[in-house]
């Protein structure tokens, strides 16, 4: 992965009568990088990617491979190529047939094809699969024939659409770490759409996080997850408590904000502009806010609550505990160590919640 | 104890069963039984075994050209209706039509109109436009009967086709055409095998709009239409009926093995290309 932008989307728009499925996208991916577009169903992001494979018309706006600005170039002569949400195995051709499909026009020997075929399933670990046909393969091996008929074709960028969706949970984790094994040893630019967090999170260098046709922020999965900008995205990607406030005090680098929720919360201040009177929110991931059964007496970041419900999930619990006069709960995450989550989910008693400034998160009042 | 009651050789059901396949089947078999019968008239005692009928047959010029027209004119009509139907299937199951279900009923409508009044209001029309009554005017009106029928059968064989395939071949570097070649043909060929035998058949024997609209080369239905008045030349419609039962039944038997070897055959031929 070099610094290089090698594909750029410049202000690219895409309209459906009134709706704007893509609107004013404009983005730089980076050679080899391992790029994903992540938002909610109907969000633009598969209509983005369809823009940039040539199957969907922009309304307005450019895109750019290589240097290259693609205008009106069909599909078949763009340098990228697809893996299909469904794979869109060819049912009438073999394994073999499948993944030559796309090499007839290299007019190459049949017996260098073979020998591209074969290499083809080894890397994808289905060597001798080559005289099946398309309803003899379960779902995984078509998911990954569809990523070798693609790869043969050696595309400068690889377009993956939701292709993990169809899998089981097990399957496709195991999918998730081998797809990124092989980004990395092929070496091409990967666009990866997908509406799973976790999935995203899992796999790429950053991440791209769309909704109704904008996108709203890029950055690394940590970085995103860590210091979300926005509301939603802080919502989308994992799991987050929201406390709206108003800025009581500003002191330097750290923001004191009362909240009717769980009353004073002080926080870092980041590059948030604000005065004292802004209407806030702060964010505060689950699992970083302890729950204890030990009075603490703070009146900064610390709140006493009664255990609402837990859920149990083996090697951690979702701990939510009602705050204030029962209106608001908070959601903890505790991990399951030597069975301290199993202990406390069980607790009838009050409990307190504390966190540590650098927990919270300052966003933006409006509710984006 | 209920196979048992399954297993009861005779019931009312079966009963029924055995007439309705006597009902169908008795009519079509008296035509072999007669045609090897050595006498004129139709009817028993059967005299002997001969196969003079067929004899005549062979050498009765005017019924074997009656017979290639038949077989030209179904060959014609079954591919022009079928590149036809094909593409309004193509039509209305790829793009988003406006009034896409009342095109489809209108289409198909001449289904359900009388071929007698198609007959005559082709007629009116030839003869206002001067165009001389042949086997093209009666392949004009076949291929109205016919095309309906292959974009109902395109139709159903077109909706289950996942889109996802032709734009992965694009996708793959083929051209919009040679995507057609390579993917979409191969996957419609059963469809359009279907569709090429049923609009043979029905030109074939279709009687109404050829005895209106030809000229003076007759389509075999025709022909024996104007050959009952003989009853000498019976037997060799007799003759000519079970070798066209023969033929009907051999079709069908290819038609059905063809579709279930699948595809595969014709798309090793492109892939060599």
């Known amino acids: 992965m070099s610094d290089e932008n090698f594909i750029t989307l410049r202000n690219l728009s895409r309209h459906f009568g009134r709706v704007r499925a893509v609107d004013d996208v404009s983005l730089e991916v980076k050679r080899g990088e391992f790029f994903s577009l992540l938002g909610p169903s109907g969000c633009g992001k598969t209509t983005l990617m369809r823009i940039i494979a040539g199957f969907e018309e922009e309304t307005a706006g450019e895109v750019f491979i290589d240097g290259q600005s693609m205008g009106r170039t069909p599909p078949h002569q763009r340098p990228s190529n697809m893996v299909f949400q469904n794979y869109a195995i060819f049912p009438h051709l073999t394994v073999q047939q499948n993944i030559a499909f796309g090499l007839r026009k290299e007019k190459l020997p049949k017996e260098q094809v073979n020998r591209m075929v074969e290499e083809a399933l080894e890397m994808i670990k289905l060597p001798g699969y080559s005289s099946r046909h398309a309803h003899q393969l379960s779902g995984g091996q078509r998911q990954r024939i569809a990523l070798a008929r693609a790869l043969i074709k050696k595309p400068k960028v690889l377009l993956l659409d939701e292709p993990l969706g169809a899998l089981d949970k097990k399957l496709r984790e195991q999918m998730q770490l081998e797809l990124r094994a092989l980004q990395k040893s092929v070496g091409i630019t990967f666009i990866f759409v997908t509406h799973d967090q976790e999935e995203a999170m899992t796999m790429s260098d950053r991440i791209a996080v769309m909704n109704d046709g904008k996108v709203l922020e890029i950055g690394a999965p940590a970085q995103l997850y860590e210091r979300p900008k926005s509301r939603f995205v802080a919502d989308f990607l994992g799991s987050m408590n929201f406390f709206d406030g108003r800025v009581l005090d500003i002191d330097g680098d750290s923001v004191v904000v009362e909240s009717p929720q769980v009353g004073k919360i002080r926080v870092d201040r980041g590059d948030a502009a604000m005065s004292p009177g802004s209407e806030v929110v702060v964010a505060i991931r689950p699992e970083n806010i302890v729950v204890s059964t030990e009075r603490i007496n703070n009146d900064v970041n610390t709140v006493k609550g009664r255990i609402d419900n837990a859920a149990f999930l083996g090697d951690r619990s979702n701990i939510y505990v009602a705050v204030g006069d029962g209106a608001s709960t908070v959601l903890t995450l505790m991990q399951n160590l030597s069975g301290a989550a199993s202990r406390i989910g069980g607790q009838s008693g009050d409990v307190w919640l504390r966190w540590s400034d650098d927990a919270g998160i300052l966003l933006p009042g409006d509710k984006v | ?273």
Request: contains cysteine.
């Open chain 2, 1 to 273: 104890m209920k196979s048992a009651a399954r297993k009861v050789p005779f019931s009312a059901l079966g009963v029924y069963t055995v007439i309705y396949l006597a009902f169908l089947y008795i009519p079509a078999l008296f035509l072999p039984l007669f045609s090897f019968n050595d006498a004129i008239y139709i009817a028993f005692p059967i005299k002997g075994f001969t196969l003079k009928w067929y004899e005549e047959m062979a050498q009765n010029a005017a019924m074997l050209a009656a017979l290639e027209s038949s077989v030209k004119l179904g060959v014609v009509v079954s591919i022009v209706s079928t590149i036809l139907g094909t593409m309004a299937a193509k039509a209305f199951t790829r793009y988003s039509i406006p009034y896409s279900r009342s095109l489809q009923v209108f289409i198909a409508l001449p289904l359900v109109f009388p071929l007698i009044i198609l007959g005559v209001a082709l007629l009116v029309v030839f003869s206002q436009i001067n165009l001389p009554l042949s086997m093209f005017t009666i392949g004009v009106s076949h291929v109205v009967i016919c095309m309906p029928f292959s974009m109902l059968v395109m139709i159903s064989r077109l909706e289950g086709f996942d889109k996802g395939l032709e734009e992965a071949a694009q996708d793959l570097g083929e051209t919009p055409w040679m995507t057609f070649w390579r993917v979409t043909f191969p996957i419609a060929l059963p469809g359009i095998v279907a569709s090429l035998l049923l609009c043979f058949t029905i030109s074939f024997d279709e009687f109404l709009l050829a005895f209106f609209l030809s000229g003076d080369e007759p389509t075999l239905p025709v022909y024996i239409w104007s050959q009952l008045r003989f009853p000498t030349k019976l037997p060799n419609v007799l003759a000519l009926g079970s070798c066209i039962l023969l033929l009907s039944v051999v079709i069908v038997v290819l038609a059905e093995w063809f579709r279930r070897i699948g595809v595969s055959p014709s798309v090793e031929e492109t892939e060599k290309q």
